[in-house]
């Protein structure tokens, strides 16, 4: 599948939760019970989002040791070019850390359904910023975001669009899918 295809899976999946969401909705007001259950259902979506996004802020950062809280212990990547496990994504980190590939993450949409997060991104390749300074926002300590030093009379640089899907069990992440569209 290439990649444009891939992406637009993933945006489909991540609207479909979408859907899913505001069927919750309808169900709340059909009885007290079933909205009990949609409220904790909601509350854990919320919760979902709030781990995954605190691990997006770790992983923008490369800082595998405040990533790994929001890891569980098996940890399953689909990504072909990344490894399983806590041990997989500290080499992805420490490959990333070493190649000095850091990026600027713009995420368009959250979602959650269940125990899973689709998240969508744009995401650009930062120059000049310490590693310590970037959030998952891709803005530094003073607030704003740092340049993207295109090449010497080169248009500034597309965004990488990126799809993700994250699978949660006992709020922590089990599953990532992944798939990214480079323009």
């Known amino acids: 599948m290439n990649k444009n295809k891939s992406v637009s899976a993933v945006l489909l999946v991540a609207l479909g939760l979408t859907l899913s969401t505001a069927q919750a909705g309808d169900a709340a007001s059909k009885g007290s019970a079933a909205s009990a259950k949609v409220n904790a259902d909601m509350a854990n979506r919320e919760a979902n989002k709030k781990t995954v996004l605190a691990f997006y802020d770790a992983a923008v950062k490369l800082d595998f040791e405040a990533a790994r809280q929001y890891v569980g212990d098996l940890y399953i990547e689909h990504d072909p070019e990344r490894q399983d496990g806590l041990q997989g994504l500290e080499k992805a980190m420490d490959f990333d850390r070493r190649h000095n590939n850091r990026k600027n993450m713009?995420?368009?949409?959250?979602?959650?359904?269940?125990?899973?997060?689709?998240?969508?991104?744009?995401?650009?390749?930062?120059?000049?910023?310490?590693?310590?300074a970037l959030s998952s926002s891709g803005s530094p300590a003073g607030g704003s975001p740092p340049s993207v030093a295109p090449a010497a009379n080169a248009p500034a640089p597309q965004p990488d669009l990126v799809g993700d899907i994250f699978r949660l069990q006992d709020g922590k992440i089990v599953e990532h899918w992944n798939a990214i569209y480079s323009p």
């Open 106 to 132: 713009v995420h368009e949409l959250v979602v959650a359904d269940g125990d899973l997060v689709a998240v969508y991104s744009k995401s650009t390749a930062i120059v000049g910023a310490p590693l310590a």
